[in-house]
């Protein structure tokens, strides 16, 4: 599907990126390491969900920005960490070299390092946000890139190289790796909002559906898109063995699976009486994408 729709949110972002990190001059490389990881590529799709939960909420974009940037920083440096050669080793990402190619590894783990404080400076500096709600959004966030969400999901990504997985075990892993950090993209704006608190569960379930889309869409990709589609290697799951929804359902059922939790999402999305045009679209998308 196209995404005309997207442009406006991801040329936001995009300037908002570019105007944080143009804040730290020095060490010059650190500061291009950022930037490489964090600029001119990405879809942006936690951030574009972090802005259309907010107007579905009547927040304005401003009020969403520094949640947008967190969520957008906190991804760039796992993005970082997992092409490394101790991770996934990955030597190509978003089309280009992954950061380590093209920086050395040491500093683009210190990059990612970085970029992941930044996020919570980010947050924890916004003035346009109560305390409460940038302290509840910290916490929040945390816990979606802790031991509790993305990083320990890469833990049991990584011990369950060369082995099969049971669904349930590959749907926990994907849960927490990718899962998390979309499910508080999607509940983010009833954290900002303290007076729209009740909506938080509703929009964390519709997240957790979505993420889960996601990663099996993503699974779907790495067996049928080529390399120059994707942006990163084809069919690099396989290669190193991993479980992924296609190598344990087959790609019908998989495809199967995906289209139940679009279903699964979207009725939690019109239950909430929070869906828009766009949310819907970003969902729709989210699943439907190419790469």
């Known amino acids: ?58 927040l304005s974009l401003d009020q969403a920005d520094s949640t947008a940037l967190a969520v957008e920083l906190i991804h760039a440096y ?26 050395g590894e040491a500093l683009a783990i210190l990059a990612g390092d970085a970029l992941q404080a930044l996020a919570f400076q980010t947050l924890a500096e916004d003035v346009l946000l109560d305390p409460a709600a940038r302290l509840r959004l910290i ?8 031991v509790q969400g993305m990083v320990g ?19 926990e892993m994907h849960a927490l790796k990718t899962g998390a950090l979309i499910e508080f993209s999607a509940a983010s704006a009833a954290i900002m909002a303290s007076n729209q608190s009740d909506f938080e569960q509703t929009l964390r379930a519709f997240g957790a559906q979505l993420g889960l889309a996601f990663q099996v869409q993503d699974d779907i990709l790495d067996e049928t898109s080529s390399t120059e589609v994707l942006g990163k290697q084809q069919g690099s799951d396989r290669a190193r063995a991993k479980s992924t929804f296609v190598s344990l359902m087959g790609l019908e059922a998989a495809q199967n699976h995906l289209a139940d939790l679009m279903k699964t999402a979207l009725n939690l999305l019109q239950q ?4 828009t045009e766009n949310l819907r679209a970003l969902a729709h998308y989210m699943v439907e994408r190419k790469h």
């Open 78 to 103: 796992s993005l970082i960490h997992d092409d490394l050669p101790a991770m996934d080793d990955d030597a190509l990402r978003r089309g280009k070299p992954s950061t380590h190619i093209k920086f």
């Open 1 to 58: 599907m196209t995404a005309e729709f997207l442009a406006p949110f991801q040329n936001r972002i995009e300037v908002k990126l570019t105007e944080r990190l143009s804040t730290f001059g020095q060490p010059k490389a650190l500061n291009d390491a950022m930037a490489y990881a964090c600029l001119g590529g990405g879809k942006r799709l936690r951030a574009t969900l972090v802005y259309l939960s907010a107007d579905a909420l009547g």
């Open 139 to 146: 916490q929040a966030l945390s816990a979606a890139c802790g």
């Open 272 to 275: 909430s009486q929070l869906e």
């Open 153 to 171: 999901g890469q833990v049991h990504d990584m011990t369950g190289e060369h082995q099969a997985l049971s669904l349930s075990a590959l749907t």
